[in-house]
T-cell receptor, first 114, second 114 residues
Framework: EAGVVQSPRYKIIEKKQPVAFWCNPISGHNTLYWYRQNLGQGPELLIRYENEEAVDDSQLPKDRFSAERLKGVDSTLKIQPAELGDSAVYLC????????????FGPGTRLTVT | GQQLNQSPQSMFIQEGEDVSMNCTSS?????WLWYKQDPGEGPVLLIALYKAGELTSNGRLTAQFGITRKDSFLNISASIPSDVGIYFCAGQPKRLQGAQKLVFGQGTRLTINP
């Protein structure tokens, strides 16, 4: 069974440019999470989807970040415009719902903003 | 911000040695999880703990959910080179019960000298 797929794996952009990350969760997983992981830190939740509904976006910086999961399957996270402090690894995870322990993480997208 | 204090931040050990790391918080947690993250990959779940006092093993790994529900530890016995990586604790705070939200520690970086 395929795991969580993310693309691109790496992205280097200049500040003020837009960037988008894509995530395809494990088939059948209705819950999807986007995390940001700063260097030397653990992941921090940005947004959680139950099917196509964003049920927790309290940690998403809404002035520049947006996310969508239109058909309740794959998802896109966008930053516009990017700032230097956005450099981090952006992780996507998915679960079948229920226990928080059943989250499976993708490999992440490493973003470098110059 | 982070609510879990994970220690030590890094460990340098000889192959074959036992390893111990822990996670503490001022808040009560309902669930404790331990993950391992390899370079360029997302975290992979090692052990999940759901009850105070619970002691669970997964091969050479053993983890316990503290009686006070404010701490957890992870032990690795007879370390081998593939144990190298970053270990994260994560928990679901009691006050966020039902929120399906995890808080991660800062990680313990394990290095093994052959």
């Amino acid at each position: 069974e395929a795991g969580v797929v993310q693309s691109p794996r790496y992205k280097i952009i200049e500040k003020k440019q837009p960037v988008a990350f894509w995530c395809n969760p494990i088939s059948g997983h209705n819950t999807l999470y986007w995390y940001r992981q700063n260097l030397g830190q653990g992941p921090e939740l940005l947004i959680r989807y139950e099917n196509e509904e964003a049920v927790d976006d309290s940690q998403l910086p809404k002035d520049r970040f947006s996310a969508e999961r239109l058909k309740g399957v794959d998802s896109t996270l966008k930053i516009q415009p990017a700032e230097l402090g956005d450099s981090a690894v952006y992780l996507c995870a998915s679960s079948l719902g229920g226990s928080v322990a059943e989250q499976y993480f993708g490999p992440g997208t490493r973003l470098t903003v110059t | 911000g982070q609510q879990l204090n994970q220690s030590p931040q890094s460990m340098f050990i000889q192959e074959g040695e036992d390893v111990s790391m822990n996670c503490t918080s001022s808040s009560i947690f309902n669930t404790w999880l331990w993950y391992k993250q390899d370079p360029g990959e997302g975290p992979v779940l090692l052990i999940a703990l759901y009850k105070a006092g619970e002691l669970t093993s997964n091969g050479r790994l053993t983890a316990q959910f503290g009686i006070t529900r404010k701490d957890s530890f992870l032990n690795i016995s007879a370390s081998i080179p593939s144990d190298v990586g970053i270990y994260f604790c994560a928990g679901q705070p009691k006050r966020l019960q039902g929120a399906q939200k995890l808080v991660f520690g800062q990680g313990t970086r394990l290095t093994i000298n052959p």
